[in-house]
C-alpha cells in the first residue's frame, strides 16, 4: 500500500512556530514530529512506501525522514517549486503512483485507521473517498430565514451540524486523469467537478480522534493532550 503525504504548505497560520520549521515537524508533547507519528502510524497500518511532496523548508523535511528506514517504510520525494493547491502535486507525480493510494496532510493528529480507509476506497470503487469528521458550531443569535422582506423563518440560538474534510483520502487515478500535471488543483475543484460530473465522492465517516494541527487551537489542544493519548496514537513506543 502507498501513500503520498502533502508536506509542501507554508504553514501560516501556525506562525512563529513555522517559520523555521516545516508545519509537519513541529512537535507534540515535547518527543515527536507530528510527521514522526504519521509514519509510525502507516507503517502499522500496512503501509510499505510513501511520497512526500515537499515545498516550504523541505530540506529539513529530507534531512529529517530521510528514506524512511527508520520506520520501516520506503520514502521518496516530489518537489512543488510552485504552489499547486491541495492536490496538484498528485498530478505532477501520477505517473509514479499505483492505480489506488492513500493521500493525506501531513500536520492531523487522528486515531483513524488510514489502512482501513484505503481498503475501503478500493473495495467501493469510487474514484475519491474522503475521511469526514462531525463537527458543530453554536450561533449565538436568532437566525431569520427570509423571503425579500418577508420574515418565513426563526431559530433561537440553533446549532449546526456538519461533517468535514479530515485531510484524508483515498484517490484512485482516474480521479486526476482529466486535468493538466503542473498547474494548481484545490480539493474544492477536484470534488466540484466531480460533483457536476455526477460521480459522487464516497464518505468515509469517522468519530474518533482528531485534530488538525494547522489550526492554532488544535495545535495548543494536541500538546496539552498527547500524554493522554500517547499510548492511543503511538504503539509500542
Known sequence: MHVVIL?????????????????PLVPIGEE???????MRQLVDAGFTSCTL????????????????????????????ESPLGTMGPLLTMLDRLPEHFLAMNGDILTDL????????????????????YARQVSIDFGVLTTDSDRVVGFAEKPR???RVSMGVYGVSR??????????????DELVL???????QPRAYQFDGYWLDIGRPDDYDRANREFSLHRDMLIKGV
Open 53 to 80: 511532496a515537499i515545498g516550504h523548508l523541505g530540506h529539513i523535511i529530507r534531512a529529517y525522514v530521510g528514506d524512511g528506514s527508520q520506520w520501516g517504510i520506503r520514502v521518496d520525494y516530489a518537489t512543488e
Open 7 to 23: 508536506a509542501g504548505g507554508k504553514g501560516v497560520r501556525l506562525r512563529p512556530y513555522t517559520t523555521a520549521l516545516p508545519k
Open 113 to 132: 485507521d488510514f489502512g482501513d480507509v484505503y481498503r475501503t476506497h478500493v473495495a467501493s470503487g469510487a474514484p475519491l473517498t474522503i475521511a469526514t
Open 174 to 187: 482516474a480521479a486526476l486523469a482529466r486535468y493538466t500535471p503542473g498547474l494548481p488543483l484545490g480539493f
Open 32 to 38: 515527536h514530529a507530528i510527521l514522526e507519528i504519521v
Open 160 to 162: 449546526m451540524d456538519y
Open 193 to 199: 467537478d466531480m460533483l457536476e460530473a455526477r460521480t
